[in-house]
Antibody
Framework: QVQLQESGPGLLKPSETLSLTCTVS????????WSWVRQPAGKGLEWLGR???????NYNPSLKGRITMSVDTPNNQFSLKLRFLTAADSAVYFC???????????WGQGTMVTVSS | QSALTQPASVSGSPGQSITISCTGA?????????VSWYQQFPGEAPRVVIY???KRPLGVSNRFSGSKSGNTASLTISGLQAEDEGDYYC???????????FGSGTKVTVL
């Protein structure tokens, strides 16, 4: 069973850039989309973006161009960069695989990110 | 504001059946069968319990079932058990540039 693990800093300041990496245990070279989803404390889930193994990306327009995703196939990883952080970006960030029928079928455990001065 | 509307809470006694609704639009639920449901416990990642409107992943109890009518999808939990208590989210692919939308979430309480 494929496993996902997020890594990255937990505390950043306003206006800084968040960089997170998701390491995939297996199946990374197969034909899947890989995604980031976030969840502010006590709130619901928000889809941020997806990337294919080829590097093709789609982003949530609500992020207004602040997001970039990339893949590192030799290391079975994909990454998220989110620029110009504000307190509203504080959340638990999950990486997830998009599987059959566009369902998020495998999730990482999540990593908490706090944006505070 | 979430794109898909769910009731904030639903409760039931052990053994009963409960149904959670998820209302969207013709651009998402009404237009595609790419509706999925997620179960989430405090401090944990979500877990898919239904995909493709009504399919169950391996390992998910057959007490969970899904359906769709028009722009509304539903998740039914039969034979409610204490272990079912948690938050449930629906999701759908959408033809808008957002691509994927989630529901506002429903807290299930077992009385």
């Amino acid at each position: 069973q494929v496993q996902l693990q997020e890594s990255g800093p937990g505390l950043l300041k306003p206006s800084e850039t968040l960089s997170l990496t998701c390491t995939v245990s297996s199946d990374f070279t197969n034909n899947y989309y890989w995604s980031w989803v976030r969840q502010p404390a006590g709130k619901g889930l928000e889809w941020l973006g997806r990337i294919y193994n080829s590097g093709n990306t789609n982003y949530n327009p609500s992020l207004k161009g602040r997001i970039t995703m990339s893949v590192d196939t030799p290391n079975n990883q994909f990454s998220l960069k989110l620029r110009f952080l504000t307190a509203a970006d504080s959340a638990v960030y999950f990486c997830a695989r998009i599987g059959l029928a566009d369902a998020f079928d495998v999730w990482g455990q999540g990593t908490m990110v706090t944006v505070s001065s | 504001q979430s794109a898909l509307t769910q009731p904030a809470s639903v409760s039931g006694s052990p053994g009963q059946s409960i149904t959670i609704s998820c209302t969207g639009a013709s651009s998402d639920i009404g237009g595609y069968d790419f509706v999925s449901w997620y179960q989430q416990f405090p401090g944990e990642a979500p877990r898919v319990v239904i995909y493709n409107v009504s399919k169950r992943p391996l390992g998910v109890s057959n007490r969970f079932s899904g359906s769709k009518s028009g722009n509304t999808a539903s998740l039914t939990i039969s034979g409610l058990q204490a272990e079912d208590e948690g938050d449930y989210y629906c999701s759908s692919f959408t033809s808008t540039s957002t691509l994927y939308v989630f529901g506002s979430g429903t807290k299930v309480t077992v009385l």
